[in-house]
């Protein structure tokens, strides 16, 4: 089986998640390891993906609006129920 730098980026996955047939696999690890070009692509991608994950790790603790920070104390007061809501204080029943 020849593979193309083609087939490499179009089956990336497969060959991450392992699926597909060992011999697939081989044949696409084989043209990893003599296609410079491939190994480049594969290693920006790697690099794209630590830049992703390390961008979701750093907005999780960010609150995109705080109650406090609301304009309007009927907002605030929505948000803040909101968040009760979230963290298991009160259920959209209680009041
Ligand atoms: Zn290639």
Redesign the pocket.
């Known amino acids: 089986m020849i593979?193309?730098?083609r087939d490499?980026a179009a089956r990336l996955t497969e060959l991450e998640e392992g699926v597909g047939s060992a011999v697939e696999r081989a044949s696409l690890r084989f043209?990893?390891s003599i296609?410079a070009?491939?190994r480049r692509?594969v290693a920006e991608l790697d690099r794209l993906k630590g830049l992703l994950t390390d961008l979701g790790r750093e907005q999780d603790p960010v609150v995109p609006m705080s109650a406090e920070a609301a304009p309007d104390p009927a907002v605030a007061r929505a948000l803040s129920t909101f968040r009760a809501w979230k963290t298991g204080e009160s259920s959209p029943d209680d009041d």
Do not use: D, S
């Open positions: 593979v193309t730098c490499l043209h990893l296609c070009r491939c692509y």
